[in-house]
């Protein structure tokens, strides 16, 4: 269960390191040197943390096994200390990621539900997490089924995802379910599907996630990181969007 964990780690240079972290809401970010990275975090602390240590100034390898935590916080700080190296802008480029040079764009055709909208036309879809605008982008054109951990009115539990996965033309998972190691499971499910999609400012642009069943991973990139460490403190009161653009990297298998 934790190959697509190990991938991900081991994928991470020895020599860098961690420069920055801080835990706000609803994200996490980490830097280390010129890249940086964020994860949704929950305010969940399930179990103790792994590390009682200081994480500033160690290997951005080690602080990314993070992930396998149960501590949610402890988790997410990990899955942003991956995205720290994978959504760097110069790692992410290497990797096939297009984006533009401008430190922010408001990149509407790179939102993974507009960009779809033709495709998922009278499709079954399912999305894990309910996104901002998704009932207005998506009922009106598709089957579609919400799945949330914490389920408002209209959404499916979490359990509905044995049911409603396998029988889905597209699925949509938001990369928080990295830090509560649903996504493995998610996956399994989802075999049936044309296409499945990471969704989040958290998704790390990591081409060997296809290797574990994902088409598509629709992301971002912070260009501006001392702005993204603001906003994630607290310090300006914008979205984080503000400080990079939404992308999307699919793979070449689908």
Not at 38 to 43: D, E, H, M, Q
Not at 56 to 62: D, F, H, I, N
Not at 153 to 169: H, K, N, Q, T, V
């Amino acid at each position: 269960m934790w190959e697509i964990y190990d991938a991900l780690i081991n994928g991470i240079p020895d020599e860098l390191k961690t420069d920055e972290i801080i835990c706000g809401y609803p994200h996490t970010y980490v830097r280390s040197g010129e890249g940086s990275g964020i994860a949704g975090i929950r305010l969940v602390e399930t179990r103790m943390p792994m590390f009682t240590k200081d994480l500033l100034g160690l290997p951005l390898r080690e602080v990314a096994t993070c992930i396998k935590s149960w501590n949610f916080i402890e988790a997410s700080v990990g899955l942003a200390a991956i995205n720290a190296y994978y959504n760097n802008p110069q790692v992410a480029r290497k990797n096939g990621v297009e984006f533009s040079e401008a430190k922010r764009v408001e990149d509407r055709m790179n939102d993974p539900f507009i960009m779809s909208q033709n495709e998922v036309r009278g499709k079954k879809v399912a999305v894990i997490g309910h996104f901002p605008y998704l009932n207005r982008l998506m009922e009106p054109i598709c089957d579609l089924a919400i799945i949330e951990a914490d389920p408002g009115e209209g959404d499916y539990p979490m359990s509905a995802s044995e049911y409603i996965l396998p029988e889905c033309d597209y699925v949509y998972i938001t990369s928080s379910c990295l830090v509560d190691k649903t996504l493995p499971r998610l996956l399994e499910l989802s075999g049936n599907a044309k296409r499945v999609t990471l969704v989040s400012p958290g998704t790390p642009l990591a081409p060997q996630l296809f290797d574990f069943g994902l088409g598509a991973l629709s992301g971002f990139i912070i260009k501006d990181n001392l702005r993204a460490f603001r906003i994630v403190a607290g310090a300006e009161r914008v979205k984080i969007y503000s400080a990079g653009q939404k992308v999307t990297l699919k793979s070449n298998r689908h």
